[in-house]
């Protein structure tokens, strides 16, 4: 039998990715901690979007913070993060023409249409 309160803690976990403006900020912070301005810039989105984002992801306990002088720097708070990000990059490199062809699943909504990741080479410590 499959454990229902297992899975439904699981489709939660997997709803703080699903939203793209968490998933960009999660993206930056794979590649090292920053300060709300430098995801900010990063992804594309607003100080105060950044900040409401962080907040969920703090309360769900995927990301953490520390404070540096003036500043406050996020990162995330475990490596599998990163690990599973990874994964869905495997995955996709492999399923994405279905997954963006399948019409059971709606589209994400963007926050703001400047939304985007860097090239992935450059991190917050650059």
Not at 34 to 52: H, Y
Not at 78 to 92: C, F, S, T
Not at 99 to 109: G, L, N, S
Request: include cysteine.
């Amino acid at each position: 039998m499959v454990d229902r309160r297992a899975l439904e803690l699981k489709a939660k976990l997997f709803r703080g990715f699903a939203d793209p403006s968490r998933l960009a900020i999660l993206e930056v912070l794979r590649r090292g901690p920053c300060t709300v301005g430098e995801l900010a810039e990063r992804t594309g989105l607003t100080l105060t979007n950044v900040s409401n984002h962080l907040r969920c992801l703090r309360d769900c306990g995927l990301v953490s913070r520390e404070r540096a002088a003036q500043f406050v720097r996020y990162s995330l708070s475990d490596e599998r993060i990163a690990v599973l990000l990874g994964l869905a990059e495997d995955v996709l490199a492999e399923t994405a023409w279905g997954v963006a062809a399948c019409p059971r699943y709606e589209p994400a909504v963007w926050q703001s249409d400047a939304v985007g990741v860097d090239d992935g080479r450059a991190s917050c410590d650059d």
